[in-house]
T-cell receptor
Framework: GAGVSQTPSNKVTEKGKYVELRCDPI?????LYWYRQSLGQGPEFLIY????????DSGLPNDRFFAVRPEGSVSTLKIQRTERGDSAVYLC?????????????FGEGSRLTVL | GDSVTQMEGPVTLSEEAFLTINCTYT??????LFWYVQYPGEGLQLLLK?????DKGSNKGFEATYRKETTSFHLEKGSVQVSDSAVYFC???????????FGTGTRLQVTL
């Protein structure tokens, strides 16, 4: 497809389990972002990749969260030992030019529910 | 740190009414400013942007002017339609980092 694709669209897991969320960006976009959106809040920045490397991971809340982009395209957000507070919609976005003058294209998100 | 403050919603208007959604920001340097919109069941999408002071962004009848003196980027539309019902997010990108900081969003509901 032409847009940013995220899977799964919904994930329900139990406290303490491990979760992976996948993002397939628009072809050719070198910049990739992960955001987290809690109910009634705006998206909160987690991490930004330029190519294969994490250019800015200052938004990752703790060491249970980790993201990779090994070939500079698809990215996976990994959450270990999930907690109920991790429940949110995880958004992925990609961009050709980054945020300064370019546009971020968002996927529809992966809704994570931790029971 | 950088932050964005938006007026709380929901905002309920009749079709053809005038819309203003207030947005103010705090940032060092010279950020770029954006409005993103999220229609029901869809992902966030860029509505308009302005990259420097006094620039006016416009799209689909919506406008916003980058006011450095008041650190504001208020969204306006002269005549809203039912199809404009969505959640609107104001956001900024600082000059020194490639990421967006979002406001909490304002839900707009337009009725016939």
């Amino acid at each position: 497809g032409a847009g940013v694709s995220q899977t799964p669209s919904n994930k329900v897991t139990e406290k303490g389990k491990y979760v992976e969320l996948r993002c397939d960006p628009i072809s050719g976009h070198t910049a990739l972002y992960w955001y987290r959106q809690s109910l009634g809040q705006g998206p909160e920045f987690l991490i930004y990749f330029q190519g294969t490397g994490a250019a800015d991971d200052s938004g990752l809340p703790n060491d249970r969260f980790f993201a990779v982009r090994p070939e500079g395209s698809v990215s996976t957000l990994k959450i270990q030992r999930t907690e109920r507070g991790d429940s949110a919609v995880y958004l992925c976005a990609s961009s050709l030019l980054g945020t300064r003058s370019g546009e971020l294209f968002f996927g529809e998100g992966s809704r994570l529910t931790v029971l | 740190g950088d932050s964005v403050t938006q007026m709380e919603g929901p905002v309920t208007l009749s079709e053809e009414a005038f819309l203003t959604i207030n947005c103010t920001y705090t940032a060092t340097g010279y950020p770029s400013l954006f409005w993103y919109v999220q229609y029901p069941g869809e992902g966030l999408q860029l509505l308009l942007k302005a990259t420097k002071a006094d620039d006016k962004g416009s799209n689909k009848g919506f406008e916003a002017t980058y006011r450095k003196e008041t650190t504001s980027f208020h969204l306006e539309k002269g005549s809203v339609q039912v199809s404009d019902s969505a959640v609107y997010f104001c956001a900024l990108s600082p000059g020194t980092a490639s990421k967006l900081t979002f406001g909490t969003g304002t839900r707009l509901q337009v009725t016939l």
